[in-house]
Nanobody
Framework: QVQLVESGGGLVQPGGSLRLSCVAF????????WSWYRQAPGKERELVAG????????NYADSVKDRFTISRDNAKNTLYLQMNSLKPEDTAVYYC???????????WGQGTQVSVSS
């Protein structure tokens, strides 16, 4: 049984920071590509950042480059998203995702709400 469990969301003022965590139960990190997605009300889910399961190749949406950092700790089976200089437009539900390399099967967490407001 595999499961992704996100945490770390909350309400923060513009310019603030949050760190999201995603504990991956039952996964072997190297067999998956790891990503954070987000979905704002009335909008489609979009890719925020991704990282390979082996090595440290990353990619980011243009809207979060230089503000967000994706990382993983294989020993803790945990994926992270460090979010700095948060803006109101970053408000969304953030989802952790794992895509299995050999068949492209996707797994999703339940999501964690991030709200940026003064």
């Amino acid at each position: 049984q595999v499961q992704l469990v996100e945490s770390g969301g909350g309400l923060v003022q513009p310019g603030g920071s949050l760190r999201l965590s995603c504990v991956a139960f039952g996964f072997t990190f190297g067999m998956y590509a790891w990503s954070w997605y987000r979905q704002a009300p009335g909008k489609e889910r979009e890719l925020v950042a991704g990282i390979t399961g082996v090595g440290s190749s990353t990619n980011y949406a243009d809207s979060v480059k230089d503000r967000f950092t994706i990382s993983r700790d294989n020993a803790k089976n945990t994926l992270y998203l460090q979010m700095n200089s948060l803006k109101p437009e970053d408000t969304a539900v953030y989802y952790c995702s794992a895509r299995r390399y050999y068949d492209n099967t996707n797994y999703w967490g339940q999501g964690t709400q991030v709200s940026v407001s003064s």
